[in-house]
């Protein structure tokens, strides 16, 4: 069965399998000549940024020259976020087929979410990349995984894992895990237990709280599974110890954002490695931070030149004995969200609040704050306050989607100071997950 389903998925997906194909012909180079490679591929997006986009034929003239001579990178201006927001259609490649191009989303988990242009190709691209990572754990394609995922928009008939026929082909499911209560931690460990996967894939708190349920219920996993694949969030130590104790198997960190994914992700080894076939990482300080500032070396479409993507984190010196030559990441890197909890014990992913404030444009940075089970606060930075109109729709979005009990204020504010770790977070609760209690198994 695993080798009619791969099969079948390389027809489906011709593109994704042959991207997948050079990707891992690159990482069979040596340290030199994939970094040498890096700055081939570096030099290349410039020039193609310089020559076919509007906003970087601005920012980057008298930088740039016109015969193909890459600068220093530190020469080149950082683009921020505020960037993509007001110029993306600047950004856009200037003879894009626009009837091809699709817009995309991010989750906003630096508190200014932004939207971006792709296409077919970047999404096959994304696919083949996660492919490449799954592997480094031993998975091999036609292997069945299941996605425990926190963004609705992800799981409908269009998004990245939507689909049921692709799924079976893919021989990949996925649960929608933007919200749950205890009753369904049972039932998705319970399924992990019958749909026997090799790996489990998905935001760390959700997979960290899958795991405490089997831990405490005492639940055994089936012996297929070869790794666990931590994304979207900061993974920190309890979780890892968490999940690896109740799902038996190793913990993978990965690292990537939905406008540049496939940054980085962790070996067998226990080292997180950058792509650099697909990415030019730097580690900069600014504000005595060392922010990551991340080039997209493959999507030219949309291109991404030192972009910062809001993060704080430190590459590392040195090799690793797996023998991959792609150099290494900290693994400390800075985002952090929390999850907030409902008087009803359901538990409702950052990505809701998110996607609850899409439509507002005039905020623009916000912060949800939850010190009591019943009541949550949203602080708010707009120029116009909102609407009483705009107020009573989230009250009663929020009271008929989380819980009826539960108390919703708005506050307008100057400023949302930034977290100890130098991030914004747009959702803090202090209110810690519920006791498992031990159930039958």
Not at 17 to 31: I, N, P
Not at 196 to 213: K, T
Not at 252 to 277: K, L, M, S
Request: charge should be neutral.
């Amino acid at each position: 069965m695993v080798g009619l389903r791969h099969w079948l998925h390389r027809r489906r997906h011709r593109q994704r399998y042959a991207l997948l194909d050079g990707l891992l012909r690159t990482q069979a180079l040596t340290q030199e000549q994939v970094l040498r490679k890096q700055q081939e591929d570096f030099a290349a997006i410039v020039t193609h940024a310089v020559a076919n986009t509007d906003y970087y034929r601005e920012k980057f003239s008298g930088i740039v020259d016109g015969g193909g001579t890459a600068p220093a990178i530190d020469a080149l201006p950082i683009l921020h976020k505020d960037d993509v927001i007001r110029r993306m259609d600047d950004l856009l490649e200037r003879d894009a087929d626009r009837s091809r191009v699709k817009i995309g989303h991010t989750g906003g988990s630096t508190g200014k979410p932004l939207a971006f242009y792709y296409d077919d190709a970047k999404h096959e691209l994304m696919r083949a990349g996660m492919c490449r990572s799954y592997m480094m754990s031993g998975w091999r394609p036609g292997q069945k995984i299941l996605n425990f995922w926190g963004a609705r928009q992800d799981v409908g008939g269009d998004g990245v894992f939507g689909g049921q026929f692709a799924d079976w082909i893919a021989a990949e499911n996925t649960i929608p895990a933007y919200e749950y209560t205890e009753a369904q931690l049972h039932d998705w460990a319970a399924m992990i237990r019958s749909y026997r996967p090799v790996l489990l894939q998905g935001y760390s708190s959700i997979l960290a709280e899958v795991a405490r349920f089997v831990a405490a219920d005492g639940m055994r996993m089936p012996a297929t599974l070869r790794g666990v694949y931590s994304t979207a969030e900061v993974l920190d130590d309890r979780q890892r110890e968490v999940m690896e104790r109740a799902f038996g198997c190793k913990v993978f960190n990965q690292y990537g954002c939905r406008e540049i994914p496939n940054i980085a992700c962790e070996c067998r080894h226990g080292n997180q490695h950058v792509f650099t076939d697909m990415v030019y990482l730097e580690s900069v300080n600014i504000d005595n931070e060392d922010r990551l500032l991340v080039t997209s070396l493959t999507n030219r479409l949309m291109p991404f030149i030192r972009y910062d993507i809001g993060d704080c984190g430190r590459l590392k010196e040195g090799d690793c004995g797996c023998g991959s030559p792609f150099p290494l990441l900290e693994m400390g890197v800075c985002r952090r969200n929390d999850l907030v909890r409902t008087p009803g014990g359901k538990s409702i992913h950052p990505s809701y609040f998110n996607r609850l404030l899409g439509s507002l444009t005039q905020v623009d940075q916000y912060q949800f704050v939850q010190d009591e089970l019943d009541r949550l606060t949203l602080n708010v930075v707009s120029p116009v306050k909102l609407s009483s109109a705009t107020l009573a729709s989230l009250t009663d979005r929020i009271r008929r989607e989380i819980d009826a009990r539960m108390v919703f204020e708005v506050n307008h504010v100057d400023e949302i100071r930034r977290s100890v770790s130098g991030k914004h977070r747009f959702v803090i609760s202090s209110i810690p997950p519920p006791t498992h209690t031990r159930g039958r198994s």
